[in-house]
């Protein structure tokens, strides 16, 4: 690690995901010796603080990337395919948060406390891409069981909060509930049906297989990272009325028998969880309690009696936080301890 410190870029530092970015290198306190922000041409010239500092918001083109070791992106996909290559030929290594690369075969998909390893494997392009968030907090629960009796099968259900649609979806929720309250018609615009007081079971766009773009994610993303193409996976994803925090009830079988309590011994010790499990006292995760926070949650843990090798479990996680903005920063850590001289 350097003591002067690494030169760190956030493109997309004006975006919800890209202040949380800002958020956590402080909190953690990462050794940054420059950082350079970047966004849009409508942003240029603005000012984020960091650290009590008002620093200037530049443009994000092919050209910005010069001196940097690690660029943070979360721009969307199709910024992230105009300008990682160009940050990564520059010699920075690109942390990618959107779509754009997670299933290309050459490019690490990278959970830190799932999979570091593959960090290695970065087959001279130069970009790690972060994970789906609602992949992201299933895959840290669900390793330690992985790696003590292996898993057959997952179902997953998620509840996912609209900041995961960005700002104009938390501005939307929030008008409805006020319309709602005034006995005014709530508009819908961002999601195609209201979402103040209801569940919509569609997050993303439809594909030819019934299932939305969003669960088969969840399906791909969980295979790449567990390294294993036989795992049964499949996912109902389901946009819910909270601002921040997904949650998600998962099924697992598994391949040899683990208890209950075996699996809150284990969450007990995983890195990255917090337990919360005492339903006698109505302790278990809720939305509300992750939000800002950098552990994913997880209770409501039992064994299916429907099936011999099964565990229920409930999790929950901020999903700006672990879900985009700390998943990356972690990575960028484990860059600097192993792989960047």
Known sequence: MREEGYNIAIAGATGAVGGAMLEVLERR????????????????????????????????????????????FSAGAQRSLDFAPAAAKAGAIVVDNSSAYRMDKEIPLVVPEVNPHAIADLKNHGIIANPNCSTIQMMVALKPILDKAGIKRIVVSTYQAVSGSGNPAIDELKNQVQAYAKGEKMDAEVYPHQIAFNCL???????????????????????????????????TTVRVPVIYGHSEAVNIETKSKITAAEVKALMKNAEGVEL????????????????????????RIREDESIENGINMWIVSDNIMKGAALNAVQIAEVLIKDHIK
Not at 204 to 215: M, P, Q, R
Not at 278 to 285: D, K, L, M, V
Request: glycine share 6%; with cysteine.
């Open 29 to 72: 306190n990462f050794p940054i010796k420059s950082l350079r922000l970047l966004a849009s041409s409508r942003s240029v010239g603005k000012t984020l603080k960091f650290k009590g500092q008002d620093i200037a918001v530049e443009l994000l083109d092919a050209d910005a990337f010069a001196g940097i070791d690690i660029a943070l």
């Open 201 to 235: 079971p569609h997050i993303d766009s439809f594909l030819d297989n019934g299932y939305t773009k969003e669960e088969m994610k969840m399906v791909n993303e969980t295979r790449k990272i567990f390294e294993d193409d036989t795992i049964g996976v499949t996912a």
């Open 276 to 299: 919360v499990d005492n339903p006698a006292n109505n302790e278990y995760p809720l939305a509300i309690h992750c939000v800002g926070k950098f552990a994913t949650f997880v209770g």
